[in-house]
């Protein structure tokens, strides 16, 4: 790649270059990374020979912490090897949609909300709030967040699905047990314009809080957007204390990510259809369950991975769960 | 608000009850974006800060914000921040709080104008927030800035400055058209795009509006006369004078205001075409005139 770069009318294309050069680099940086790995490792080999030789222990056990932390490292990175989807490298549009049951879910929406807006901040990665429909009492009726940085649809993709919680309700007057149920939907941002097809006129935009005569007579935090994409009916809005114009474009990404999600999902179906087979519903289904009442325990559905301390899972603490999924979806 | 040991968590909900008993329309969202603003905080963060202590240190500051909005403050003027054209904005009692459906103007111009280099005139600036975000969009343009409001003029100033565009906006003082008249002998008072969001609530309207509104923002930046159109039609009748060949005109009007305009715009002859177009609720709240 270097070397067609370096090719006269390479620039001609800026728009292709760049692109390259963004592929060149992220290859680059993989490799010094594996080359880091496999260093470490043969220089812990050659440590390894020496204190046997030596019959030194202080070194011994120093090597066995490192060797731990070293296979920490790769299993890691095996894992992010794993994501080399079309789509993994993008960054995740993850929404929060509470079930039905009231106030209970739609706290439960918002500590879900909470537990990926923390793991992005464990992780350093970005985070931004698309929208947030508050629910009536307490907690959300839906959000959405835009969380960025390395692989973040690959990672993210594993917590698509219902997640079941259980626990006293702080809610209910006899403070009884509660079931809630909250959706989770994660979409990779569209990416390059001419990958999802929507021309302007098929674009309807509203404000839904409308009534009145608005302007100069009215004075508000929020501001609100509707898009409704025509052809399909696909409604998204945004609600945020920033300006209408920044809610349209946060709206208008979260769009374009449901209309490619469609496209492939119908691509998808064609292909099992022509090779006859039938494609599982994934939406819908109930991949994890997190109970704080009358034991505590997070545990996965997929993989039976289980944890006992949900108050870490709840502050982001997720690493382990996603992992366990992407290596189960590799068996 | 009793004393005892506060987390952020605790103030939150102790502030949208008080909102909610107080009838503050948006009690949750008023109390994130003050409280987020007070610990220097995005609504995200207070809410990954859930279980953060609050000292006193900012106990009582906030304690005077939620006085103030139970008094109807706007929260705009609390926090000095309002966001247009995704850009941030400083704000406070010396100009209206700009509003969604303006930032309609400021893309429509945007949309209609292809031309590198414009001259561009806006009226009655207030915090300055067309021009700005015109200015950023538009290096290569021309843009004079009036407003009657010294106050308001001292705003807009400091948006530019922040937007790292003051020197590409003149800012004048004086009553719409005056100051470009003052300017007559040695300058160019002539335009390509004339720009205003002028004030359009009727007077008769005042009792109607919420008191975040009529207690708090500029009068002169919201009443015009008994039917509201007392800027609009003085608009209307000198904006052709101070326009280039081709020029054009473009306000913001009220909801119910469009008939009129359409009859203002038909008894000017100046004009040869003109449309009205719809804001995002679908009222007719764009006027966008064109002179031969």
Known sequence: MEREAAEPGYWDDPRKAQQDMKALGSLKETFSLWQSLSTQASTLLELTELALEDGDESLLEQIGVDTAELSKSLAREEIALTLAGPYDGRPAIVSVYSGAGGTDSQDWA???????????????????????????????????????????????????????????????????????????????????????????????????????????????VASAVRLTHLPTGMVVSCQTERSQHQNREYAMRILMARLLARQNAQRAEELAKLKGERVAAEWGNQIRSYVLHPYKSVKDHRTNFQSANPDAVLDGGLNDFIEAYLISRLN | MPDKMWRVVDLLDWTVGYFQQNGIPNPRLDAEVLLGHLLEKSRLQLYLHFEMPVFQE???????????????????????????????????????????????????????????????????????????????????????????????????????????????????????????????????????????????????????????????????????????????????????????????????????????????????????????????????????????
């Not at chain 2, 806006?122 to 969009?137: C, D």
């Not at chain 2, 005056?178 to 005042?206: H, L, M, Q, S």
């Not at chain 2, 039917?227 to 909801?255: C, F, H, M, N, S």
């Open chain 1, 110 to 220: 918002e500590m879900l909300l909470k537990m990926y807006a923390r793991w992005g901040e464990v992780e350093k990665r970005t985070v931004q709030i698309m929208d947030m429909a508050y629910g009536d009492e307490a907690g959300l009726r839906s959000a959405t967040l835009e969380i960025g940085g390395p692989y973040a649809y690959g990672y993210l993709s594993a917590e698509r699905g219902v997640h079941r919680l259980v626990r006293l309700s702080p809610y209910d007057p006899n403070n009884l047990r509660h079931t809630s149920f909250a959706q989770v939907e994660v979409l990779p941002a569209a990416g390059e314009e001419e990958e999802v097809a929507v021309r302007p006129e098929e674009i309807k935009l509203d404000t839904f809080r409308s009534s009145g005569p608005g302007g100069q007579n009215v004075q508000k």
């Open chain 2, 58 to 292: 900012h106990l009582t500051p906030f304690r005077e914000l939620i006085k103030k909005r139970i008094a109807h403050t706007p929260v705009s003027y609390l926090t000095n921040h309002k966001e247009f054209m995704s850009l941030d904005f400083y704000v406070d009692e010396r100009v209206l709080i700009p509003r969604p459906e303006t930032e309609q103007l400021v893309e429509t111009i945007l949309m209609t104008e292809t031309g590198d280099f414009q001259r561009l005139l806006e009226l009655g600036t207030g915090s300055g927030v067309i021009a700005t975000s015109l200015a950023v969009q538009q290096p290569e343009w021309e843009i004079v800035a009036t407003d009657i409001s010294e106050s308001a003029l001292a705003v807009a100033r400091k948006n530019a400055e922040t937007h790292a565009c003051a020197a590409q906006i003149e800012f004048l003082s004086g009553d719409l058209f005056e100051p470009i008249e003052a300017i007559n002998t040695n300058g160019d008072t002539r335009f390509d795009w004339i720009v205003c969001n002028p004030p359009y609530i009727k007077n008769t309207e005042r009792a109607a509006l919420s008191p975040d509104v009529r207690d708090y923002e500029p009068e002169v930046a919201l009443f015009a006369g008994d039917d509201g159109l007392a800027v609009i039609r003085r608009l209307i009748a000198e904006a052709p004078k101070y326009l280039t060949p081709g020029g054009k005109l473009i306000l913001e009007i009220g909801a119910a205001q469009a008939d009129t305009v359409r009859t203002l715009l038909d008894a000017e002859s100046a004009y040869c075409t003109y449309e009205l177009l719809e804001d995002y609720a679908g009222k007719e709240r764009v006027v966008l005139a064109s002179i031969s």
